[in-house]
């Protein structure tokens, strides 16, 4: 049974059969998923076992934290295998935002221009550049000529410019190389080149490795006598590729320890990667110019733990959003991105299921289906870093976990339901199952689920 681009079924039609046979085309690849999955995994053991970990690295240090060996073998781990001279890995980095911000204050000083390559960033990164100014406190202007201090780049005297995706997607047409090789050649401020390797909230492909890799080598050969900052935000891609940014030529990236890399395991923490005079600035920027340590409070075995299975993971994740889009793209008909067979490079499945209320009623499906909070119902509302009305279903045991099955959206067109995570890729057939006959594209109830 394929539904085509028709979003009407047959009624004798049930959500567990076209579940079902959407898996039944996947198996291919899901082996190969497995099989990526598993060359991931013999790296993360072999860095294991180079560093010697044991237990005695577990309980980490209080205080000051000087002299953490797990700390530090944790973060000697993530240098080898992300090809990368140095990483910081910490608790205090308590989100991908934050782990990004740190690393662009390290980096950029006033005067300096930022360029993005990627197009419009993440929208919690706006107020981070000063693109949309941070919503205001009701006291704020309580006293007389009082300055909003919104502590962005922007007021910090950097400066910001973009250059969009070309509408392209074939192999090599992701970056637009001549209209990036003017901008910086008429600008010598600019000292940032910014790449989100996700898509975000916007509907674009996501960047794979390879390509990121392209437009580095480009820029390094038309520009070899800049100093030129390549930056990657590399929320949701972390073993996704058998690659990282930082093997084809990036600076510094960064990213959040509570989605992919974790493994759901990791309570919180984000990590910086990339050359050691860049990491080191960024960690000067978290902490403070000569100081050192960082205590991680008994967390050591979380984040070892959680980066050991953080590969297993991001393959039912994939598996998890190839299902989502089998089925919502093939079945129904309903734009997806990735387009159904299509190459990944994050774990995001992004589905316009074309109004605010089926935007909801996913959501709500996704929260009724989880573990943690299966009694509350999803409501849309404002979010700090947010720009418009966002409804966010995350029934996960880490708050805000991403890697953990979770979905979100703007209440804004396309009306588009942005799903990731989840700890086997089983977990998102039950919501489909349930959440086809909610959304009115199926009759029959594959699950009985009284709330």
């Excluded at 979003?7 to 099989?35: C, G, H, M, Q, W």
């Excluded at 990526?36 to 970990?53: A, E, P």
Aim: hydrophobic letters at 40%; aromatic letters at 8%.
């Amino acid at each position: 049974m394929r539904h085509g681009s028709s979003t009407v079924l047959d009624n004798d039609a049930s959500a567990k059969e076209i579940v079902e046979e959407a898996r039944a085309r996947l198996r291919p690849a899901f082996d190969d998923v497995d099989s990526r999955t598993q060359r991931i995994l013999k790296r993360v053991l072999k860095s294991f076992r180079k560093q010697q970990v044991g237990t005695h690295m577990f309980n980490g240090i209080d205080g000051y934290g000087h002299g953490d060996v797990g700390r530090d073998s944790l973060e000697e781990i993530y240098a080898q295998l992300f090809g990368a001279e140095a990483a910081l890995v910490r608790v205090q980095i308590f989100s991908g935002t934050h782990a990004i911000s740190c690393a662009l204050f390290g980096v950029l000083r006033p005067g300096d221009k930022m360029l993005g390559l990627s197009g419009q960033p993440y929208d919690t990164l706006e107020e981070v550049i000063g693109t949309r100014v941070a919503h205001k406190g009701e006291d704020d202007n309580s006293i007389p000529n009082q300055r909003f201090l919104t502590g962005s780049l922007e007021e910090w005297g950097v400066a910001y410019d973009q250059v969009d995706l070309l509408p392209s997607v074939d192999p090599g047409q992701y970056f637009n190389l001549s209209e990036i090789d003017r901008r910086i050649d008429a600008d010598a401020n600019i000292r940032v080149l910014h790449i989100q390797r996700s898509c975000g909230y916007q509907w674009r492909p996501s960047i794979p490795v390879a390509e990121i890799g392209n437009v580095i080598a480009h820029i390094r050969a038309v520009f070899p006598d800049r100093e030129l900052i390549v930056f990657v935000d590399n929320c949701y891609g972390e073993f996704v590729e058998d690659l990282e940014p930082t093997h084809v030529g990036a600076d510094i990236i960064a990213g959040s320890l509570i989605k992919n890399p974790g493994g759901t395991l990791a309570p919180t923490g984000g990590y910086i990667i990339g050359k050691k005079h860049y990491v080191d600035a960024a960690f000067k920027r978290l902490s403070a110019p000569g100081v050192e340590g960082g205590a991680t409070l008994g967390q050591n075995r979380w984040l070892l733990q959680g980066l050991f299975m953080a590969p297993s993971v991001v393959g039912e994740s994939l598996k998890g959003a190839m299902l989502l889009a089998e089925v919502m793209g093939s079945g129904f008909g309903l734009p997806c991105n990735p387009a159904p067979g299509t190459y990944r490079t994050d774990i995001i499945q992004a589905v316009q299921v074309g109004s605010r209320d089926r935007v909801l009623q996913f959501c709500h499906q996704v929260q009724r289906l989880s573990p943690i909070g299966a009694y509350i119902r999803p409501t849309a509302g404002v979010s700090p870093g947010y720009g418009d009305e966002v409804v966010f279903a995350v029934g996960t045991f880490v708050d805000g976990s991403t890697l953990e099955l979770s979905a979100d959206g703007p209440l804004r067109e396309p009306f588009t339901v942005f799903s990731q995570g989840c700890i086997h890729w089983t977990h998102w057939a039950l919501v489909l199952e349930e959440a086809l006959v909610q959304m009115g594209f199926c009759k029959n109830s594959a699950i009985d689920v009284d709330f």
